[in-house]
C-alpha cells in the first residue's frame, strides 16, 4: 500500500477562477440523465428547484433546473461565469422542492 500511495499522483490545490476554469474545460459531462418518471414527488425535467441537506437546511439551499433524478441522485443544472455546470445531489438526506417557476435555462 506504500508503493501504491508513493507512485500516486500528488493532488493539486486550486483556488477560485482556476478551479472553474478546470470544471469549465474538463472533457466528461454526462449527457442524457433523464427523469424517472415513477419518483413519488412527480418532478419534471426542466423544473427550477431547490435542494438543501436535512441536516443543515436553514443554512444552504441550492437552486437549479433539474436535468436528471433517480432513486440515488438529483443533478441540477446551475449556471456560473455565463457557462452551465451540473450538480450532483444525493437523494439521501437531502430535500428537494420545487419552486413556482419553471426556467428554461439557468445560465
Known amino acids: 500500500m506504500q508503493k501504491a500511495k ?4 500528488k493532488p493539486t490545490a486550486l483556488k477560485g477562477d482556476a478551479a472553474a476554469q478546470r470544471i469549465f474545460n474538463a472533457s466528461f459531462a454526462e ?6 418518471q415513477a419518483d413519488p414527488l412527480g418532478l ?3 423544473a427550477l428547484v431547490e435542494i438543501y441537506p436535512l441536516d443543515s437546511g436553514s443554512r444552504h439551499h441550492d437552486e437549479g433546473v433539474l436535468v436528471g433524478l433517480s432513486e440515488d441522485e438529483a443533478v441540477l443544472s446551475v449556471g456560473s461565469q455565463g457557462k452551465e455546470i451540473r450538480v450532483h445531489f ?3 438526506g437531502f430535500r428537494i422542492k420545487t419552486l413556482t417557476a419553471r426556467a428554461e435555462s439557468k445560465l
Open 6 to 9: 508513493a507512485d500516486a499522483p
Open 31 to 36: 449527457k442524457d440523465l433523464g427523469i424517472d
Open 44 to 46: 419534471q425535467e426542466g
Open 90 to 92: 444525493p437523494r439521501t
